[in-house]
């Protein structure tokens, strides 16, 4: 089977990690942990980072900081891994789902705007969502695929409102936009490195940012809230921290940083110029710098998610794993009453993507064949 995306671990993983075990520090302190703090705020182009467990809880943990609370709104785009959604939900926030931009699969900043004119007022300072009587606490773009939206836009919105610019960007190591580092847009931005991200600690994240208060804060809340050195904390903080055994493993993947994403753009590229004569077919979309994450196809508007999962079961036959990609939030269980406004760009997209094969080590043959099997099972999927 080729696999979907899986981690490339023959660089110096095995190495680190036989260091962890002969010096007996596998637990979060460790030179690992902020070695990859280092590399990781790098190449954010960041001042400073924070280590934690996942991209789920260092978006939970900064959300927190940047003062959400209890029954607020955090505005996100529907069209978003759930992770997303639940950060805000940990919070005992409630997320406003939104709509996706076609041009980049990002927040749509018109729409941030305009439904933030036409839905709020400011009471004491404070946006308050008219109809729920919600304060809205934050705005939270996702760096889809690692694209980067208008962040030029999201910024003025952001200051015009006095509300912290938090990037989901989970799934952006390695993205820049014009030749700005990823970390250079929002307030903070968090990324993943589970084991189908780029670069993988195994499971593990970063918060990366420029502004030391909130960071400080941040770290605080992450390493349980403590206040000196005995037991003694001042917040209900958290347990977030990473281990040196995922930093050492981070760190291996951190020095292939570049090559990988080389890889991730030139298998995008591949398949584009492979299969861009197959009826209806389009692409990923894909903005200056993007990281190009994962791969794929989106069949015509109007197929329906039937389609893609008859055209997945083809492949699979064929030894190809594919999958569908992220039902947006407004649609999942836990968020079928969330505030929404306008998802039809999200709602009209995300039955008609398959992603394919992407994982950096994949070879020429494995591409080829990938390709191959598309153009032939494409007919079918489109009739
Ligand atoms: C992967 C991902 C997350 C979650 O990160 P974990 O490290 O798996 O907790 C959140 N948001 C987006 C957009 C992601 O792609």
């Not at 010096?23 to 979060?28: G, H, I, N």
């Amino acid at each position: 089977m080729i696999p979907l995306a899986v981690p490339n671990l023959t660089g110096r993983e095995k190495e680190y990690l036989d260091n962890c075990i002969e010096t007996a520090y596998v637990s979060s302190a460790g030179a690992y942990v902020s070695q990859l703090e280092q590399m990781t705020a790098e190449s954010a182009g960041t001042k400073f980072a924070v280590a934690v467990s996942a991209g789920t809880t260092g978006l939970h943990a900064i959300l927190t900081a940047a003062g959400v609370r209890t029954g607020e709104l955090v505005i996100i785009p529907s069209f978003t891994f759930i992770a997303t959604a639940n950060a805000a939900a940990h919070c005992g926030a409630v997320p406003w789902c939104m709509d996706i931009s076609q041009k980049d699969w990002c927040l749509e900043p018109e729409l941030v705007w305009s439904s933030l004119k036409r839905e709020c007022e400011i009471r004491d300072g404070k946006v308050i969502h008219r109809k729920s009587g919600k304060r809205v606490a934050a705005v939270m773009p996702v760096y889809t695929l690692g694209n980067i939206p208008d962040m030029e836009m999201f910024r003025k919105i952001a200051d015009d409102y006095h509300l912290p610019l938090i990037a989901d960007a989970a799934c952006a190591a390695g993205a820049s936009f014009h030749s700005k580092p990823f970390g250079a847009f929002a307030d903070a931005s968090v990324i993943s490195f589970n084991g189908n991200k780029t670069v993988t600690c195994g499971g593990g994240g970063m918060i990366v940012g420029n502004h030391k208060d909130l960071m400080d804060t941040v770290r605080h809340l992450t390493t349980t809230a403590r206040i000196g050195t005995e037991y003694d904390f001042d917040a209900a903080g958290f347990n977030y921290r990473m281990t040196n055994i995922q930093a050492a493993v981070g760190c291996a993947q951190m020095e292939r940083l570049e090559e990988f994403v080389i890889a991730k753009k030139r298998i995008r590229a591949y398949y584009k110029e492979q299969l861009s004569g197959l009826d209806g077919i389009s692409f990923f979309p894909e903005t200056d710098g993007s990281s190009c994450w994962y791969s794929g196809i989106v069949l015509p508007a109007g197929r329906r998610i039937e389609d893609i999962r008859n055209a997945l079961n083809q492949l699979k036959e064929k030894g190809i794993e594919s999958r569908t990609f992220w039902k947006p939030v407004h649609l999942q269980e836990p968020y079928k009453n969330t505030p929404c406004s306008d998802v039809k760009v999200s709602q009209g997209l995300w039955e008609r993507i398959l992603t394919l094969p992407c994982s950096t080590g994949i070879t020429d043959d494995e591409l080829k064949y990938v390709a191959e099997s598309v153009k032939e099972i494409w007919h079918s999927c489109i009739q």
